[in-house]
């Protein structure tokens, strides 16, 4: 009887464990779902609002602070009652609060125009501007066939006191009723409507 040779079993045996792993790895890669990762932008409908002189000549978008249960990688909504949703192949590309702020920045940048700086913070305190919008959002829904977001923001001017603040519920027609493109473009146009309103209020409040 021919006597097996123990180097060449060991490899043999190799090659069938590493074979089994890449079946094993492929069934994994194959089964796991596509990811969809998404990102604010600047409203793409927003035109400048008022008039630069009645404006700072700079503004400030301290971090946005986002409701703890809105503040996670999956995208996440409410039906406007107590029920929250969220989805599981649907995420924010970075962090809610960071998208927030580079979008609002960007949104009060065109609603003001050129002539006005805007800049996300925080800053150091002789960089610090004129006038800094510090904003809250609450929650984000969808109901009544439309997405609904409820923000506070204040207004502080370079001393850090506040000279307006403002609580109110922003929103667009939106008809569908999970997460996609549409829903991310639709709160892109949300946000563009608190930045809308934030500019309209700066040009009105007393230097």
């Known amino acids: ?109 065109k609603a003001s125009g050129t002539e006005v700086w805007v800049s996300p913070g925080p800053w150091l305190r002789k960089h610090r501007p004129e006038v800094v919008a510090k904003i809250e959002v609450q929650s984000i829904s969808i109901a009544g066939g439309q997405l609904n977001l409820m923000a506070g923001w204040t207004l502080e001017d370079i001393e850090g006191q506040a000279v307006a603040h403002r609580q109110a519920v922003y929103n667009k027609p939106f008809t569908g009723t999970e997460p996609d493109s549409g829903y991310v473009e639709t709160l892109s146009q949300v946000w563009g409507l608190v930045a809308t309103d934030i500019v309209r209020t700066l040009g009105v409040v007393p230097e």
């Open 1 to 109: 009887m021919r006597a097996h040779n123990p180097l060449l079993v060991r490899l043999m045996l190799k090659k069938v464990l590493m074979v089994c792993f890449f079946v094993v790895l492929a069934g994994c890669v194959s089964s796991n779902p596509a990811f969809h990762n998404y990102r604010l932008v600047a409203d793409s409908e927003l035109n400048v609002v008022t008039e630069a002189d009645k404006l700072p000549s700079s503004v400030g978008v301290f971090p946005v602070s986002v409701a703890g249960w809105l503040d996670k990688r999956q995208v996440i909504w409410s039906d406007g009652g107590v029920n929250i949703h969220s989805s599981t192949l649907d995420r924010w590309g970075e962090p809610l609060p960071e998208l927030m702020t580079r979008a609002m920045a960007e949104n009060l940048q």
